[in-house]
């Protein structure tokens, strides 16, 4: 059972009307959410819903010790030519939810604009944020821009998780000409703490077999742990890891811990990726549409 949220508003925030006015008009498909949680009396609440075009946004009631959590959609089951993703999430003080998909984004052949995935999230004092979407896989001749701005207060938790995933190794695909740009970005009390870019073009699977690149991987993610404790978690995540059945490695520092990993298919990562959120999750379960 679940809550549908269905809510479209007929003023878009002016946010989204700036971006949208950016984008050609022979976009093929374009979608939004504008979503905030609050708490009130110790309860959590949704403050804004809007949602329009293809990304959807739905509540899943929660069940046992999981963390309460939302679930957004692309209802046109992919990315392709023109294509655009708009999805800003704000976490109120003293909240605490989960963000995630209902399943792994796919991003198709482009010929010549690609698509986009633009992400903001915004985290206010106190609140515990959970920024956790599925994986994005990569079909063969896909051209993608993706970024995640992400504003962080003082005394707050944050965990967000990026994934890539490059063909499906159980289909025989292989991402032979594509070009991706993946940018995440992290403020804390105004001031950057962490840049990261990824940047492949060309013939992908041939700069994934290089050493200093991918080491032969076809597949990769980053976890970022945002805390005053995330120092704390260094040790217990590196003994985790140490079941990591691809390449991983953790670092901390100013009040960040880092995780990355390569692995060969979509399954090691998944499983190197709930393996690290076992610990930054604190035993919590996963989201119910990641164990599906």
């Known amino acids: 059972m679940h809550r549908a949220i ?8 002016a946010w989204l009307r700036k971006a949208q006015a950016a984008v050609p008009h022979s976009l093929r498909s374009k979608g939004a959410v504008d979503l905030s949680f609050h708490n009130r009396d110790g309860r ?19 069940s046992g010790n999981e963390a309460p959590c939302a679930v957004l ?25 989960t963000v995630t998909t209902q399943a792994a984004e796919k ?4 010929v010549a604009q690609g698509s986009t995935i633009a992400t903001h999230l915004e985290v206010a004092r106190g609140a515990r944020a959970e920024w956790l979407p599925q994986e994005t896989i990569l079909f063969d001749g896909c051209q993608l821009q ?24 159980a289909m025989g695909e292989t991402v032979r000409r594509g070009s991706l740009r993946d940018r995440m970005r992290i ?43 995330a120092s704390g978690l260094l040790e217990p995540v590196r003994d985790a890891l140490q079941q990591a059945r691809g390449k991983a490695a953790a670092s901390s520092w100013n009040g960040l811990l ?15 990726i709930a ?7 604190e035993g919590r379960p996963l989201p119910r549409v990641w164990r599906c």
């Open 73 to 97: 959609m692309n209802t046109a089951g992919g990315l392709a030519e023109g294509d655009r993703l708009d999805q800003r999430v704000t976490w109120d003080e003293d909240s605490f939810a």
């Open 146 to 169: 993706r970024e995640a701005q992400i504003v962080l207060a003082e005394n707050v938790t944050f965990l967000g998780v990026e994934a890539l995933v490059l063909g499906r190794q």
């Open 187 to 229: 403020w804390r009390s105004g001031k950057l703490i962490y840049a990261d870019t990824l940047a492949l073009d060309g013939d992908i699977a041939a700069l994934m077999q290089r050493a200093a690149i991918g080491g032969g991987a076809m597949a990769m993610a980053v976890l970022v742990h945002a805390s005053d404790g």
């Open 258 to 272: 880092a995780v990355r990993l390569l692995a060969p298919d979509c399954d090691t990562l998944r499983h190197d």
């Open 275 to 281: 393996t690290a959120l076992a610990v930054l999750c």
């Open 44 to 62: 959590l609440r949704i403050g804004r819903a809007y949602q329009s075009g293809c990304l959807r946004l739905r509540v899943p009631r929660p």
């Open 6 to 13: 269905d809510t479209a508003y007929s003023d878009s925030p």
């Open 107 to 110: 991003v198709y052949r482009a």
